[in-house]
């Protein structure tokens, strides 16, 4: 479990009926596949690939004890976009409810988040959002949430470390 200042993460457990019940209503939203092409096969991905790295995760987003969706976490120890090389990266990525859209959540959780990721993991420079050109509200959600567009990269966003 994950605490932040509004919400709490829970690993996503596919024997929690719970978790089985939003990730199944996450998949069946219209605009599912700007998540992933296949969110069950991603979750599991996900677990694999924390078992190894300690970083990569899928979370149950709970606000107000409700389920509201989840969220991606996802390590990259290095990746080439553009030709450009970027190296230990951690990137999220939000799949919310339709009913808890157009409230602020999705950017309050993306701040929170990766203030958190920046905090547990010093050693990252950044937190990314990786978010197709077409996807306006995602990219307004991103942006809202202190995300900078990378120049170079349409769909690539950072966020930095908050000042201290």
Do not use: W
Request: glycine share 4%.
């Amino acid at each position: 479990m994950l605490k932040l200042d509004h919400f709490t993460l829970e690993l996503f457990n596919e024997d929690n009926e719970e978790h089985v019940k939003l990730k199944n209503a996450i998949i069946d939203m219209k605009d599912s596949d700007l998540i992933s092409k296949n969110i069950d096969a991603y979750i599991r991905r996900n677990k694999d690939l924390g078992a190894v790295d300690n970083i990569t995760r899928t979370y149950v987003v709970a606000y107000d004890n409700d389920y509201i969706g989840l969220t991606f976490v996802n390590y990259h120890p290095e990746e080439v976009i553009n030709g450009k090389k970027y190296s230990e990266e951690i990137e999220i990525g939000l799949g919310i409810l339709p009913k808890y859209r157009n409230k602020g959540l999705g950017s309050s959780l993306e701040r929170e988040l990766s203030d958190k990721l920046l905090e547990i993991f010093p050693r990252f420079r950044f937190i990314v959002a990786k978010i197709d050109n077409d996807n306006l509200p995602s990219i307004k959600t991103a942006e809202n949430a202190g995300f900078k567009r990378i120049i170079d990269n349409e769909y690539h966003y950072e966020r930095l470390p908050k000042k201290k």
